[in-house]
């Protein structure tokens, strides 16, 4: 009665706002004083109070063009003369007599903000009503003796089984000719200088993996390091563009560049370029609307591009300068350096990076090491505080050195594969897993746990930021929480071994084709909110019980004929049902909460939501076994919870990849 009272209130709180409230924008000038708004169908709305523009700030993140927040400082003067001043920010919302602003944008000249403007004194209180008794109800539904949960965990099939699962929910929480380059030495005290890379400061060892992996998708190259790599081609240019390393993954492609293998050289590209080949390409494919050519015409010609740009020297941003209180990063191939500065630091700025071309070209290695160090020394006085500290330097050289993802996830899905055949044989056979392969498949589970732990640490330590803010780091962050859940749970359900051992591979390895070279970035500024962090991992967490369900689904048809195994899967199935809507009611609720107080509104209808919002009814259906009597039956709920998974996977990659959106970026 809870559960659908709450879903009753949420529905008439999103009525009442529907019919109600009002959102709107509103451009506010320095030192001008508004008192109007406009909705979306362009219908002007007075404010009882007028919003004067006091001033207005990008915060960037130290040493970066980076926005780390907007803030815009107002104050709000009624009629009867009373004067409030307060500040609106990403995720700090400002209100005054039920209206409330958020800041959405900002003049292109800095000289005034963009307010979304929201009224809506009824409706969210009741919506919020709504999840607070929703919470209440889940809650309760979990722990009350008498629910139907509570049933199926005194069932007499899980006497031996599943108990464990009570543990999850309080626990969740080769000798070819190589191209000439540095010496590995001299290479790697490179790798140790700042670069100003993804408007972030970090190791020049960062720029070069990521570089080597763009150019032909791993980091190494003919067994030389990635520093020994992007050295090559900003000292050697001559030699690397010639060589065979950039990626071409599309055969028309290929061919249209004339070369037989999957690889091409920049030399290659600039025959191709010089002719119009690739111009009259374009044309040829948009007549014909072939965009799958077009997209990977596109990505190679960005790796071709990314080349240039390295050898020319104008992406090798070394050179840090503190200009007036405003630090900013030169490359050696720019003619921008201010001419107001002392001459010594100008002329080293200007022609720094040619004494050490010099040096490189004598082989003066012990003179190139020496220069190498002073620029590290130049780079630390002039950034001062705004450096990362010395313990997310040292922790992103250590988490570039971890390069097991993508052969761990190989290794565990085909684990996870043997696994599940191994106890589909025990099953039809009556017996348990043998002792020697639990005990082996344990210990890899949980020294993969650890990895993946240690690199998740690294990358909170190098971000600032809880990782989980693109799709690389949710998928790695489903594959901890399976690890972590299947280790709780292995002793009680033999099942879960192989269930969650193949689900965590299968997370990992989707997250390393996704994102071969995945990018630690500054987040942007709405989404630096805890509740972001608190959304994504309890969402996660339900889509890896999701997965355990369809898994289970897997093998009750596999053993079908074993009716008793069927039936125990169905009732395991059933249990694990609950904590995985519930979690997913919560996680959407809570992203609800979130959009509230970033952009003013708790609903938008954005793809992702829509169907985050059906593949919750998809999976809430099964719960009412008792008004829907299929789900009684163990092969229909089985069957049905394979199929139910599509959904799943059309929220996270469908919208990912095809529908796009506001949350195209998770």
């Known amino acids: 009665m809870l559960l659908h009272l709450a879903l009753l209130i949420i529905l008439c709180g999103a009525g009442i706002t529907w019919f109600t409230a009002l959102h709107g924008k509103m451009q506010v000038m320095n030192d001008q004083a508004i008192d109007v708004f406009t909705t979306t169908d362009g219908t002007r709305h007075t404010l009882p109070f007028t919003v004067t523009l006091e001033s207005f700030d990008i915060q960037t993140y130290p040493g970066t063009p980076s926005p780390m927040d907007f803030v815009s400082r107002i104050q709000i003067n009624d009629a009867d003369g009373t004067t409030v001043t307060g500040t609106v920010s990403m995720n700090k919302v400002f209100s005054h007599r039920g209206y409330r602003f958020y800041q959405s944008g900002y003049d292109a000249e800095g000289r005034g903000a963009v307010f979304t403007v929201a009224h809506d004194p009824w409706g969210i209180g009741v919506t919020y009503v709504g999840y607070g008794l929703l919470l209440a109800g889940m809650i309760a539904v979990l722990i009350d003796r008498r629910t139907a949960f509570r049933a199926l965990l005194r069932h007499p099939l899980l006497k031996r089984g599943t108990l464990a699962v009570i543990l999850f929910l309080t626990a969740t929480f080769t000798a070819s000719a190589q191209p000439r380059t540095l010496p590995r030495d001299v290479a790697d005290n490179m790798g140790n200088l700042y670069i100003l890379h993804n408007n972030r400061i970090c190791p020049f060892q960062t720029f070069a993996r990521q570089f080597t992996a763009k150019l032909c998708g791993k980091t190494t190259y003919k067994g030389l390091t990635a520093e020994q790599v992007a050295s090559g081609w900003i000292f050697y240019y001559d030699d690397w563009k010639d060589e065979p390393m950039i990626k071409v993954k599309n055969g028309n492609v290929r061919r249209l560049l004339g070369i037989d293998g999957k690889y091409a050289s920049l030399e290659d590209f ?180 650890a990895y993946l732990t240690t690199a998740l640490i690294l990358r909170w330590i190098i971000s600032g930021h809880v990782p989980m803010s693109n799709g690389f780091e949710t998928m790695q962050f489903m594959a901890w929480a399976t690890m972590a859940l299947t280790l709780l749970s292995h002793r009680k359900l033999m099942l879960i071994l192989p269930f969650g051992i193949l689900t965590a591979g299968l997370a990992l390895m989707v997250a390393s084709f996704g994102e071969s070279n995945p990018q630690i970035t500054q987040l942007m500024p709405v989404l630096a909110s805890p509740l972001l ?121 469908g919208v990912n990849f095809i529908l796009g959106g506001m949350h195209s970026y998770a």
């Not at 090798?316 to 900013?328: A, C, Q, S």
């Open 270 to 449: 600039y025959r191709t370029v010089s002719t119009g080949k690739i111009q009259q390409a374009i044309d040829s494919l948009q007549a014909v609307d072939d965009q799958a050519t077009i997209r990977a015409l596109g990505e190679s010609d960005e790796r071709y591009q990314i080349a240039n740009m390295v050898a020319a020297g104008t992406m090798i941003k070394l050179f840090p300068l503190n200009h007036g209180g405003k630090l900013e990063w030169y490359s050696h191939g720019s003619l921008e350096v201010p001419h107001d500065i002392d001459d010594g630091k100008w002329l080293f700025l200007r022609n720094g990076m040619d004494y050490l071309y010099e040096m490189v070209s004598a082989q003066d290695w012990n003179g190139a090491n020496q220069f190498i160090t002073k620029l590290k020394k130049y780079q630390t006085k002039e950034c001062g505080d705004m450096l990362p500290s010395d313990t997310a330097f040292r922790a992103e050289k250590l988490y570039n050195s971890m390069e097991w993802d993508r052969p761990l996830s190989m290794a565990l899905a085909t684990l996870g594969i043997i696994l599940f055949i191994i106890t589909c044989r025990c099953v039809a056979r009556s017996q348990r897993l043998p002792r020697g392969v639990r005990i082996a498949a344990i210990v890899i589970l949980a020294l993969s746990l």
């Open 533 to 653: 962090s608190i959304h994504v991992a309890v969402i996660m967490v339900a889509y890896a019980l999701l997965a355990f369900l369809m898994l289970g689904g897997v093998l009750a048809f596999t053993v079908r004929r074993d009716q008793a195994m069927v039936e125990r899967l169905h009732v395991v199935g059933q249990v694990i049902l609950y904590p995985a809507v519930f979690l997913l009611t919560a996680g959407v609720f809570i992203g609800a909460v979130w959009a509230n107080v970033s952009w003013g509104t708790y609903w938008s209808w954005d793809p992702k939501e829509t169907w985050a919002l059906i593949t919750l009814i998809v999976y809430a259906l099964p719960l009412h076994n008792q008004s829907l009597k299929l789900f009684s039956k163990p092969m229909f709920f089985h069957g049905y919870c394979i199929i139910a998974f599509l959904s799943v996977l059309i929220t996270y990659f």
